[in-house]
Structure formats: C-alpha cells, structure tokens
C-alpha cells in the first residue's frame, strides 16, 4: 500500500514539474520582450489645450529611443522629460523608464496619437475627440483670463481731414515666447502709430497681468460710416499640463472688438484751406525779445530771430498748413527746416526764421493768419500774430571803430650859427630857462605817446577777441553767431578790408553761403575752411602793416 501511494505522487508531480519547467525556461524571453505603454490625462480637449502624455517601458533604455516628431502632423508638443527607476521587491529586481510631455490638438475632430516603437515593443494607438474653443468652457475661460485685447477711441463723430486717437491694450497673464499687434484698418481711414509702446502691471482678480498700450492715429479721408476693424494679437504661449515640468507652444490670437464712426463732410459755406480741428494755437516769439511790436529799433546786419508755433488738435502731420510769408527786400531771410511733433495729442510744428536788414529805414515784417473750422461749436475761425515794424539805423561804429591813432612826429632841431661869447653876461640864464623848458616839453611827449601805445594795444586785444570769437562760432557751425560776430569784426577791420575790396566781398558772400545753406530745405553741408582761410589772410594783411612808433624813436641824438 505505501508503495503505490509512493507511486501516485510521483505521478502527481510530474505535471507540475513540467510546468515549472517550462515556465522557468520562458522567463527569459517575457524579459526581452519589455511591456510599452502610452497614456493620455485626458482625451476631450479643446483646440490648443494642453494635455499630458504619458510612455514608459518597464526595462533601462536608450532616453533617446522614442521618436515623438510623429505627432507633428495633428498635435504640437513639447520637449519630453525623462526618467528612470529601479526598484528590488522580494530579491526581485525591476527597472522603468518614462517620457513625460505637453501636447496640444491642432485641430478640430477626431485625433489619433499614433503607436510609439521602443525596441522590440510598441504602444498602442489613442484616440483623442477634439472641439472648439466655445463647446469647452474650461479652455475658453482659460483663454480668455491669459490674454485680453481691447480697443477704444476718443469720438464717433468727425470731419472729413480731422483724426481721432486709437488706444489698443494687451492684458498678458501667461508667458509668451513672441507676440504681434496689427494696426486697425477702415475704408477710408489713413492709420500711423503714435509714440512708442508703454508698459506697466496690474492686479485683476487677484492675478498679476503685463499690460502694454499702443496709441494709432486715424484720419477720416471720405465721408461717411466706416467701420474699424480691431486689432489683431498673435501669439505664443508656453504652456504646461496640470503644473508638470515640461512645456509646450501654443498659438493665441485675439482680436479688438470692431467700432462703427461717423464721418462728416466739409461744409459747402468754407472757403480757404480745410482745417477742422477742436482746438488750434498759433504762437510766436523774437530774438532778442520785444516789448513794442509797433517800434523796434536795429542795426544794419544784426539778425533778429523769428520763431512761430503751431499746435492742431486731432489733425495728422501731413495735414499741417504750410506756413508762407512774404517779406520786404530790404531783410535777407533764412527759414530753418520745420520741426514736427506729436504731444498730448496735438500735432506741433516749430518754424524759426533769421531775418538780416539789408539798409537803413522803416521795415515791417508781415503778420500771419491762419483760418479753421472749429469742430466743437462747428463755426470758422482765424488765429492771428502780428508782424513787427523794425526802425533800422546804421551802426554808428562802423566809422570811428577802427580809427588810426594819430602819429607824433618829434620836433625838428634848430640850428643857430656858432658866436664866440667872450662875457657871459645874461645868456648863461636865458640858456638855462629854454634848457628847463625843452626837458619839460620832452617829458609830456613822452608821457603823450606812451598813451597813444596804451590805446592801440587796447584796440588790438579787442580786435584778437572778437575774432577769436567768431573762429569759434565758425568751427562751431552756429550761423547766428556768426552773423552777429562778422559785422562787429568787419566794422573793426574796415580800414584794412577797403584796401582788399575783392576780398571783402569774397568774405561776405562766404558769410551769405553760410546762412543760406543753414536755412535751406535741403540737407546740404557747408564748408567752414573757406571762410577761415579768409581770415587768415586778412591776419596776414594786418601782421605786415608797419609797426607802430617806439618810445626809443623820441629820444635825443
């Protein structure tokens, strides 16, 4: 009996045996053949909202060794991040290796992300159902709570020609990798940017927003109601999956609503140039100042200094009037170049004129007038400056600036006849008398001409200040200056500049060429070396003049 009962359980193991045979041979092979998996945090998703992949393999590989550029056709995505474990339970070692990603459906529908090959294993295929925007409140509320954009304007109601100021602002509560704002458009509209972008931050609803605002100016070119399209944000956004490392790009475009304006005619009743606007200023100053308009008095050659301010609210740059003046040709004028800018949302233009009297005499200098359609209260005005009535003289130095010192010729010696005296008598005393008065005329001749050295050398330091002066306002390139020290040093120098008429006239069509390229319209440049070169001849021409007379030269012999 217990040799069968022996027997039956060998027949029993047998079986088993085999199988854990068996199965310890297959181990190896499961090995080998390593588990792949992918998953999703979710599969219903809004477009461009990001979501989390998930692949692992349950083996050590290659971190390299999945290829995720196959989802580019349908999803964007972005850079995988890497990890790997070991783990031993029971003596039992296990090893894992998972790729954490953002991804984003492209598009609406249906999307498939596809199988991944790691090895010898694969993953199996995902299907991911994508909506819109609007059927996932999630997104949108997301969406709408990162970026903002809107838009408003300073009136509906213009004139043909008149501008209105466009303000568009950007809420940004999300990290953008770039970003573009298109200006708004109409048929009708001439749209320019104003100034530069300003930037600051805000609190909203507890959550902190970079806010950038962006000022156009639009000028209504027809009548009639125009619309104006908004503008247009475009964006990147680098986005991450329920806060995990990796992150992904994401397109954002929003757009400012649209706004409807009305748009005026000009009145058929205006006459002169059309100018509307709410507000115009017109304003004017001299150099040197006045406090008489009607009664200035000046000197032939010395510049007077214009300057007329301009400032037109809600009107274009290229909608400035032109500023045109007439003037008599008895003052020689120079118009600088207009200076344009834009503030507090006026257009302002600065035009400064020289103007030269030519010749004595009465000179009255034209007032200026400007007429313009006044948009509040839609009545025609005029601004107006008045002119300047100037009373020319000649300088009274040009004559006796320069005036030579006069010369001190010695006295001639006398000669008497030699006398043989054989008594004294009253000579020795009368000798002695014309002895005291000769010394006594030969100290006041010699304190005279030490006087006369004295005032020339005066004369000559003034002479070598103003034309150092007018050196340095040459190399300076400072036309004013130049204008102001050349009269005063050719007044000084008359008695020399005469003898050289043909370079006396060389020097003032240089001074002329000067000023005219200054004040032209055209950027040209002008030449300052010419004009020094003059005045080093005319240096020249003083240098070799004869010395003026010693006090050795009254000596006795």
Known sequence: MSVNKSNWIKKCRSPWLLLLTMFITLLPLQAIAAQAEATVSKNVVAVNQVFQLTVSIDTAINPNSVDFSVLSPDFAYGQPSVSSSTSLINGAMSRNTT????????????????????????????????????????????????????????????????????????????????????????DGLAVSQVGQDAQHNIVQNGRRYLVITRNYQ???????????????????????????????????????????????????????????????????????????????????????TRTITLRIKDVAQSNMPNVNLTYPDTVRIYNEKPEYRTENGYSVMTLKQVIIPRQTGKVTLPPLTINWWNTTTEKQQ????????????????????????????????????????????????????????????????????????????VTATQTTDITSMLEAAINANEPIKVQTYYQQWRQQQYSTLTTQPQLLQQLDNEVQAMMATHYSPLDSAWNNQTLLALLTQVKQLTATKKAPMTLSSLDPQ
């Open 218 to 304: 639009l000028t209504a070119e027809k009548a009639g109601k125009i619309i104006i399209q908004g503008s247009k944000f475009n964006g990147s956004a680098v986005r991450g999956a329920n806060g995990f490392n990796s992150g992904i790009t994401v397109p954002v475009n929003e757009d400012a609503r649209n706004i409807t304006i009305n748009i005026k005619p000009k009145p058929t009743a205006y006459k002169g140039l059309w100018l509307p606007t709410s507000d115009l200023q017109l304003q004017q100053t001299w150099q040197p100042q006045v406090s008489n308009l009607n009664d200035v008095t000046t000197k032939v050659g010395e510049p007077i």
């Open 99 to 186: 790729w954490t990603l953002a991804v984003a459906a492209k598009n609406v529908g249906t999307a498939t992300i596809p199988a991944f090959k790691i090895g010898s294993s694969q993953t199996t295929l995902i299907t991911i159902t994508v909506l819109k925007g609007s059927q996932k409140n999630t997104a949108t509320a997301s969406n709408q709570a990162n970026v903002q954009v809107t838009a408003e304007i300073d009136k509906n109601i213009l004139y043909v020609g008149e501008s209105i100021n466009y303000r568009v602002k950007i809420l940004i509560g999300e990290q953008l990798s770039q970003a573009s704002l298109s200006a708004p458009s109409g």
């Open 382 to 457: 005029r601004s107006k400056i008045k002119g300047l009535t100037l009373n020319v003289i000649a300088d009274p130095t040009a004559n006796n600036q320069f005036s030579s010192p006069a010369t001190i010729t010695p006295p001639a010696a006398t000669i008497h006849s030699a006398k043989t005296i054989t008594a004294a008598g009253i000579w020795p005393w009368t000798t002695l008398v014309f002895a005291l008065l000769w010394l006594i005329t030969l100290v006041l001749l010699i304190k005279k001409r030490q006087q006369t050295v004295i005032a020339t050398t």
